[in-house]
């Protein structure tokens, strides 16, 4: 390529009446280069003894820098069926991106065209990378916006948001769910371990049930959990789940432009401003429930300024809350335990064999005999654990207090199990009856009966071994006195 200095040093040298040959040994370059910019040069100088032309217009052309013509027409195997599978690939790395806050681990284009090959599409990595640097440059690329103003009620923007988080166990990952309303500047979130499809949809639930109502348009960015597939250049295929969910609460789903962050730009600021605001104050807590609970009192304090209680007045008529549930149904085994997901949860001893139904909540299982619930449990994910509740075991227990010590059913509750060990490990069937007698209080209620008791053991325990001491003290005196009178001769 030859550059406009190049070019100029090209026609000094000749117009000094050197030959072609000389000037190509000087500059470098061969004799049919020098011959085609001197030639071009000449004709611009002739046109310029002519008087009839622009000369600042040729004066300019003649060091001009050179032009080369550019490679007419397209990739012949790249259709727009590639070019909107490498557009959702590039929009998925960019959600990765905002999600975990660095590009370390973000795919090469390489690896993308093994994407697209894995996918049936026959592509060079040339045109893939051609392709890829045309979309970032257009990303890139200075844009002018134009403001929106939207009525109360009518928009609702969604985003997930990550935030690090110690509750207890060391400084993980955790999940924001945002809704940010642009119109009454109302924001709020939901904390999750996940960004699942059933967490996706329970934020919606948890939200317009809070709020008493949906709003008539909620917008989405191209995440997985909104867009199944894309279909052709301008449609999507939108999940069936959320379909359904829009349907019931009645509100219409608009999803963003790829790369346009922009169109729903106020939950984007709105899940910086969350996690500043909130979690910028304090990130350690001694469970997520407690961090759940932090974020929802700083999440009143934020919104004291918003004009919800105004655009409240303007929702979509509230519906009773939605069932999320996924419906099983499990047979219960021998040792009163049923199988969901590879983790094994307890049930009613009295249903062993039989056949119950299960709901299967993002965060908990619920279990059904003939349409009553007979259990409920924090959902597990580790496949081969076991969640046991001992109030599931009581009859059998009672039957058999031997088998109390070292059942899975106490060792799921080391507090219990600890108390067992020091005061009931004689008598585990008195153990047992006092879990019988308040069977119908929870766990935590029952332990606290639990710590009574040993209080009170330790109490009396300690009463007689004063009354046990003051006895023999007694005795004692006794003694001395005998042996005071005997060493004085005196009688009985």
């Not at 929870?442 to 040993?454: D, G």
């Amino acid at each position: 390529m030859v550059l406009p200095m190049q070019k100029n040093q090209i026609i000094n040298l000749k117009r000094q009446g050197l030959s072609n040959r000389e000037v190509a040994r000087r500059t470098g370059f061969d004799r049919g280069t020098v011959a085609k910019y001197w030639n071009e040069a000449k004709q611009k100088l002739h046109e310029l003894e002519l008087k009839d032309a622009d000369e600042r217009t040729i004066q300019e052309e003649i060091y001009a820098a050179p032009q080369y013509k550019k490679r007419a027409g397209r990739p012949r195997k790249f259709n727009e069926e590639m070019q909107d599978a490498l557009k959702q690939i590039l929009e998925q790395e960019e959600s990765k991106k905002r999600q975990l806050g660095w590009d370390k681990q973000k795919l090469s284009n390489i690896q993308i065209r093994e994407r697209l090959l894995e996918e049936g599409y026959e592509i060079g990595q040339g045109v893939v990378n051609i392709y890829i640097a045309r979309f970032r440059a257009k990303e890139r690329q200075p844009q002018a916006y134009i403001r929106q103003e939207y009525e109360l009620g009518e928009r609702l923007e969604y985003d997930f948001g990550e935030v690090k988080l110690d509750v207890g166990n060391g400084y993980q990952k955790y999940q924001m769910a945002v809704f940010c309303a642009p119109a009454s500047n109302f924001r709020w979130a939901y904390l999750y371990d996940n960004q699942k499809q059933a967490v996706f949809l329970d934020s919606h639930v948890q939200f317009f049930d809070m709020c008493g109502g949906a709003w008539q348009e909620v917008v989405y960015d191209n995440m997985k959990n909104v867009v199944t597939k894309f279909i052709g250049k301008h449609e999507k295929q939108i999940n069936s789940e959320l379909l359904n969910l829009a349907s019931y609460y009645g509100f219409n789903i608009n999803v963003t432009n790829c790369f346009s962050g922009n169109e729903k730009g106020s939950v984007e600021r709105s899940v910086d401003v969350i996690r500043n605001k909130i979690f910028a104050l304090q990130d350690k807590f001694d469970c997520l429930d407690k961090a759940i609970e932090y974020m929802n009192s700083r999440l009143l304090k934020i919104n004291e300024k918003s004009g919800f209680d105004e655009e409240k007045e303007y929702l979509l008529k509230g519906q009773p809350k939605y069932e999320l549930a996924q419906l099983r149904e499990a047979v219960v085994s021998k040792y009163a335990f049923i199988s969901v997901e590879g983790v094994k949860y307890s049930v009613p001893e009295v249903l062993v064999s039989k056949r119950v139904s299960v709901k299967l909540y993002h965060d908990e299982i619920r279990v059904y005999s003939n349409f009553i619930e007979v259990a409920q449990h924090k959902r597990e994910f580790e496949k081969g654990k076991y969640v046991v509740n001992i109030m599931h075991f009581l009859k059998t227990l009672h039957k058999k207090p031997g088998a109390v010590k070292n059942s899975a059913a106490l060792k799921a509750i080391p507090t219990l199990k600890n108390i067992f060990d020091k005061h009931f490990k004689e008598n585990p069937r008195k153990f047992i009856e006092i879990f019988i007698e308040h069977e119908d209080k929870s766990i935590e209620e029952i332990i606290a009966v639990f710590q009574r008791v040993v209080a009170n053991r330790v109490e009396i325990k300690a009463m007689n071994v004063v009354k046990a001491k003051s006895r023999v003290e007694e005795k004692m005196a006794d003694i001395l006195e005998t042996y005071t009178l005997l060493s004085k001769g005196g009688d009985f």
